[in-house]
């Protein structure tokens, strides 16, 4: 089984190596640590024996939230780990008393839309040609808080 937990120094080098597997356009070190020190950013790793599984980090500006990425290792997908992770993040936002999380996702990522909205996020709104390699529109998906 796996734990949550923040992201710290030590894991964020792992997040930095997760990011590089999983997006095209992957964060630099640089500016994972850089989030570490951002005080309206909030990071959550899941960890198993020291070994980061999965991410998920937002930034919060006043009572709203922005999701910034999310990613599960290749190998360790369908196990529940970015549902606890969506699910942990839902939860802090709450005790926060935010108004709403949202997020971008590729038009074309099935996967993850269906997370989002088992989660209760709904569509928002179409931001064309949003991301590169490859080209995609992202739909903009928002779950209402209060």
């Given at each position: 089984m796996f734990e949550i937990l923040p992201m710290n120094l030590g894991s964020a080098h792992q997040v930095a190596a997760l990011e590089a597997v999983c997006f095209s356009d992957p964060w630099s070190l640089n500016s994972i640590l850089g989030e570490l020190f951002n005080p309206g950013a909030y990071y959550l790793t899941a960890?198993?024996?020291?070994?980061?599984?999965?991410?998920?980090?937002?930034?919060?500006i006043l009572d709203e939230g922005y999701i910034t990425n999310m990613a599960v290792s290749?190998?360790?997908?369908?196990?529940?780990?970015?549902r606890a992770l969506l699910c942990a993040l839902i939860e802090y936002a709450r005790?926060?008393?935010?108004?709403?999380?949202?997020?971008?996702?590729?038009?074309?990522n099935q996967g993850a839309i269906s997370l989002y909205s088992g989660e209760g996020f709904v569509r928002?709104?179409?931001?064309?040609?949003?991301?590169?390699s490859p080209p995609e529109d992202a739909l903009l998906m928002t779950l209402t808080l209060r």
């Open positions: 960890q198993k024996s020291g070994q980061v599984l999965g991410y998920v980090g937002m930034h919060k290749p190998g360790a997908r369908r196990q529940g780990i970015a005790a926060q008393a935010m108004a709403f999380l949202t997020l971008e996702v590729r038009e074309g928002a709104g179409l931001r064309k040609g949003y991301y590169n």
